[in-house]
């Protein structure tokens, strides 16, 4: 099998981009990229996006991308995977050169949401649950998974409203340092626990905001600078019914488990780590899933500033979905992008050292979980 390196990256600012399209927004961050890894000849297009049918009306995002910047007859594929879809992507393409089908990839991630009402986000989102279940005919939004899931763990534990709002703090400070992220405004813990109820226990600081923007990656063939390690993907159960433990993401610890395994490393190995935070809870779980900390410890780490730097493991140095911002198929790009960058001792709030960093996307409640590690090497 052949190495695999990230030659480029490329990504827009995160936020509210009213006069920007779609498609601008997926070029701009594609001819950072490619630039950065001097304009290699592209072998294969992949591109992960969620809504850009329902909420844009624009498909055949690769076919786009490959056209207008003149790449060629070559092979180029639309990634949906909800909020997993820029991970899956990426695997896609992290698995066509270490097979040896190409020797650079691009592949990129784009969602336009600012522009939609409440109404037609939230029913767009929601696509990525069972139609048939009982569940979504009885009104359960992603964000009523999620609080329902907090409620669980604080009645298991010994863990409060306080500690997601801890969470939210955390990742919030480290947005302020980061100049493409959504939320750049300080805020206060006894601000983010006071906020506007969205469902108990969650309240506004604790959901990752609708979000334009775009991220880029070119992979290529090597094995100098920052390498891809392993690649993982796993599937979960798309029912809360069906979940045999509300405080497990199996999807989670499965990719991670093959993660591990495939880079010969474990959870002590990690440096750094960019995961996929759409609430405040959901980070707590992951840091456990992905094997961090104990199961059922989580909210003792959060407590102790053991996930800032500093502590043992710093998490969601970009600011995470909850601050960076959450535009649905470019997030798993650009928990890379981040990582990458952290790798290459060129990122905000960077870990001093830093060698070894995983990134870990996650789809619906836990349908799927991609997980990716990568090293810095020759440097």
Not at 28 to 55: Q, R, T
Not at 172 to 195: D, V
Not at 302 to 319: A, D, R, W, Y
Not at 343 to 356: H, P, W
Request: hydrophobic content about 40%; proline content about 3%.
């Amino acid at each position: 099998m052949r190495k695999v390196t990230v030659s480029g990256i490329g990504m827009t600012p995160f936020g509210k981009h009213e006069h920007t399209s779609l498609k601008t927004l997926l070029m701009d961050a594609c001819v950072d990229a490619l630039k950065e890894a001097n304009f290699p000849k592209i072998d294969a297009v992949y591109i992960g996006n969620f809504m850009g049918g329902s909420l844009g009306n624009q498909e055949i995002l690769g076919a786009i991308v490959a056209n207008d910047l003149g790449l060629g007859n070559i092979p180029t594929t639309k990634v949906e995977g909800a909020c997993a879809s820029g991970g899956i992507a990426f695997r896609q393409a992290y698995l066509n050169i270490q097979n040896g089908v190409c020797d650079h990839v691009l592949i990129a991630g784009v969602e336009k949401m600012k522009h939609a009402s409440t109404e037609d986000v939230t029913r767009a989102i929601n696509a990525a649950m069972d139609n048939d279940s009982n569940e979504k005919n009885a009104g359960l939004t992603f964000p009523g998974f999620f609080g329902t899931l907090a409620n669980r763990y604080f009645y298991e534990t010994g863990a409060s409203k306080k500690h997601l709002a801890m969470v939210a703090l955390k990742n919030r400070e480290y947005a302020l340092n980061n100049h493409k992220a959504q939320f750049r405004k300080p805020a206060s813990l006894e601000e983010i626990m006071a906020a506007r109820m969205i469902t108990e226990p969650l309240g506004l600081f604790d959901c990752s905001p609708t979000t334009d923007g775009a991220a880029a990656i070119v992979l290529s063939k090597g094995e100098h600078g920052v390498i891809v390690r392993a690649s993982a993907q796993a599937s979960g159960t798309t029912q809360m019914q069906e979940t045999e433990d509300l405080l497990s993401i199996p999807a989670v610890r499965a990719s991670a488990n093959t993660a591990y395994e495939q880079a010969g490393l474990g959870p002590s190995d990690i440096d750094v780590v960019e995961l996929h935070d759409c609430f405040t809870m959901t980070e707590i779980l992951a840091i456990e899933e992905l094997g961090f900390f104990e199961k059922g410890t989580g909210w003792e780490a959060v407590e102790k500033g053991l996930t800032k730097h500093g502590g043992k493991i710093p998490v969601n140095t970009s600011g995470g979905l909850l601050s960076k911002g959450h535009p649905i198929g470019a997030t798993g790009i650009s928990q890379i992008y981040q990582v990458v960058s952290q790798l290459r001792g060129t990122s905000c709030n960077q870990v001093d050292g830093a060698r070894i960093g995983l990134a870990q996307n996650l789809g619906g409640t836990g349908a799927y979980s991609t997980v990716h590690i990568f090293e810095r090497v020759n440097a």
